[in-house]
């Protein structure tokens, strides 16, 4: 807990650090590349009703609406606490525990995604464009929580968000999990499996960060279909997560690499709201959202329970982006709508900004 409680305090620090230097654009420019998405239909006209089509929740004949109320779609204020776990979790994905993860034929290995990380998009048209996104952390020792106040907000919006998925949080949360899956609004990416510090792990334990989250992901879904209510319905849910974010915004070649290979796209932030810390207020989030905004941005919030005033700077932003013509959509869509604005390495708001990560998290799954 304690070196969570530095962390909090170390997001806080970066994000004010890049609130003051006005400079860090031009400094760490070089760095950046930008890439073309691969299918044909990357950069052709977006579909910006896409946020606006979806039928209310509540109202469509979606699995989501088939299979829950609107009372158990509702969060609870409990589910949001975070409670530790003794001893700490270690264990793979139930029913999975023969998998072999040297086993190369486990990994849907991809030559089309580059081994670099995404921290924004240029959609091919200007188009106003963002993507919110919310990740659910969870380490070893703990049960995270679910912010569902964030959720039901983004409902009652209509706004499209991806919620990157610790692979044991879904399996800690299975209905919650399951309900941001059949959600058309939302999609679910993967945030490794433990939390883990992928610039440190190597072998099966960076092998098994990546994997067992599509593993759980994927036994949620077959759940799911298994259901009568989910039964004649036609399936609208992706099979497995296809972006990926790096938990403490670390990585390295070695790590970029095996996202890549396993299918995933390794997809970062441009703008922090830095609602890990306690000292974060809402008026802060929506000053530096508001203030770095842009066509094509990925905005990084937590939906865990360890984001503070996250939901409370929501139900301003939402209104004042909407308002200056912004449309939310996920990073799925986002990620097919333009270049990819792309780097070699990973870090939070300037290269090189988190390498004290490493000694401070270690592997960061004990
Ligand atoms: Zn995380």
């Known amino acids: 807990?304690?070196?969570?409680?530095?962390?909090?305090?170390?997001?806080?620090?970066?994000?004010?650090?890049?609130?003051?230097?006005?400079?860090?654009?031009?400094?760490?420019?070089?760095?950046?590349?930008?890439?073309?998405?691969?299918?044909?239909?990357?950069?052709?006209?977006?579909?910006?009703?896409?946020?606006?089509?979806?039928?209310?929740?509540?109202?469509?004949?979606?699995?989501?609406?088939?299979?829950?109320?609107?009372?158990?779609?509702?969060?609870?204020?409990?589910?949001?606490?975070?409670?530790?776990?003794?001893?700490?979790?270690?264990?793979?994905?139930?029913?999975?525990?023969?998998?072999?993860?040297?086993?190369?034929?486990?990994?849907?290995?991809?030559?089309?995604?580059?081994?670099?990380?995404?921290?924004?998009?240029?959609?091919?048209?200007?188009?106003?464009?963002?993507?919110?996104?919310?990740?659910?952390?969870?380490?070893?020792?703990?049960?995270?929580?679910?912010?569902?106040?964030?959720?039901?907000?983004?409902?009652?919006?209509?706004?499209?968000?991806?919620?990157?998925?610790?692979?044991?949080?879904?399996?800690?949360?299975?209905?919650?999990?399951?309900?941001?899956?059949?959600?058309?609004?939302?999609?679910?990416?993967?945030?490794?499996?433990?939390?883990?510090?992928?610039?440190?792990?190597?072998?099966?334990?960076?092998?098994?960060?990546?994997?067992?989250p599509q593993i759980q992901y994927q036994q949620l879904k077959e759940q799911l279909n298994s259901r009568s209510c989910a039964a004649s319905i036609p399936d609208s849910i992706p099979d497995q997560p296809t972006t990926f974010r790096f938990p403490y915004g670390t990585c390295d070649a070695v790590a970029l690499q095996e996202v890549a290979a396993a299918g995933l796209y390794p997809v970062q932030w441009d703008i922090v709201t830095g609602d890990p810390s306690k000292k974060q207020t809402a008026q802060h989030i929506i000053d530096t959202v508001l203030k770095q905004i842009h066509p094509g941005a990925i905005i990084i919030a937590h939906g865990n329970g360890r984001g503070w005033h996250t939901h409370e700077a929501l139900k301003t932003l939402i209104p004042a982006l909407k308002k200056q013509g912004y449309q939310f959509v996920t990073v799925t869509t986002l990620l097919q709508s333009g270049k990819h604005v792309t780097t070699a390495n990973c870090y939070e708001t300037k290269p090189n900004d988190n390498l004290r990560y490493d000694k401070l998290f270690g592997r960061g799954t004990e």
């Open 1 to 212: 807990m304690f070196l969570k409680h530095i962390f909090q305090l170390q997001c806080w620090m970066v994000c004010v650090c890049c609130l003051l230097d006005l400079s860090i654009g031009a400094a760490y420019s070089q760095t950046i590349d930008t890439i073309q998405y691969t299918p044909a239909d990357s950069v052709t006209d977006v579909d910006t009703t896409a946020s606006e089509s979806v039928l209310p929740t509540g109202n469509d004949d979606s699995v989501l609406n088939r299979c829950w109320t609107p009372t158990q779609l509702q969060s609870t204020a409990k589910e949001r606490v975070i409670h530790l776990q003794k001893p700490a979790d270690h264990s793979p994905p139930q029913g999975n525990s023969d998998v072999d993860l040297d086993n190369t034929q486990n990994r849907a290995f991809s030559t089309a995604i580059a081994a670099r990380s995404i921290r924004s998009v240029i959609p091919a048209h200007g188009e106003k464009i963002i993507a919110l996104t919310f990740d659910l952390c969870e380490q070893a020792d703990e049960i995270a929580g679910y912010d569902g106040a964030i959720v039901d907000l983004l409902r009652a919006e209509k706004v499209n968000a991806t919620f990157y998925a610790g692979g044991k949080w879904m399996r800690s949360h299975p209905e919650r999990t399951l309900q941001l899956m059949a959600d058309p609004l939302f999609e679910v990416g993967n945030h490794a499996w433990t939390h883990g510090n992928l610039r440190v792990l190597r072998g099966v334990e960076l092998t098994a960060q990546i994997l067992w």
